[in-house]
Nanobody, 118 residues
C-alpha cells in the first residue's frame, strides 16, 4: 500500500524560503510522475511542479525560477524547494504520485500548510 508523507510546511515571511518533503513508502522509480499541487482558499487546485520517472522537471509559470522540484531516490523522497516566497504562494500543498500499469492509480499526501505572511 502506497503512502506519501509530507513535511516542511509552516509560516514564512515574504521573500523567505521553505523546503517541502514527500516521503514515499516505495521506490520513486515505481511512479510515472511525482508532483506537487497546491490549493488556496476559494481557488482551484493547481499543479505547481512535476518530475517524470526519468527525472525531468516542469513548473507552473507562476513558480518558475523560484521553486525547484527534486528527488532523492535512495531516501524515496521528493522535495520542493521554495524560494522568494510570495503572499500568493499561501496554500495547502499536496504531494501526488501516479502509477501507470494495468490500471492508472494516483496517490496523495495529506497536505501541508504553507503560509506566507509578514
Amino acid at each position: 500500500q502506497v503512502q506519501l508523507v509530507e513535511s516542511g510546511g509552516g509560516l514564512v515571511q515574504p521573500g523567505g524560503s521553505l523546503r517541502l518533503s514527500c516521503a514515499a513508502s516505495r521506490s520513486i522509480f515505481s511512479f510515472k510522475t511525482m508532483s506537487w499541487y497546491r490549493q488556496a482558499p476559494g481557488k482551484q487546485r493547481e499543479l505547481v511542479a512535476i518530475i517524470s520517472q526519468g527525472g525531468s522537471p516542469n513548473y507552473a509559470d507562476s513558480v518558475k525560477g523560484r521553486f525547484t522540484i527534486s528527488r532523492d531516490t535512495a531516501k524515496k523522497t521528493v522535495y520542493l524547494q521554495m524560494n522568494s516566497l510570495k503572499l500568493e504562494d499561501t496554500a495547502v500543498y499536496y504531494c501526488n504520485a501516479v502509477f501507470e500499469g494495468l490500471v492508472r492509480r494516483e496517490y496523495w499526501g495529506q497536505g501541508t500548510q504553507v503560509t506566507v505572511s509578514s
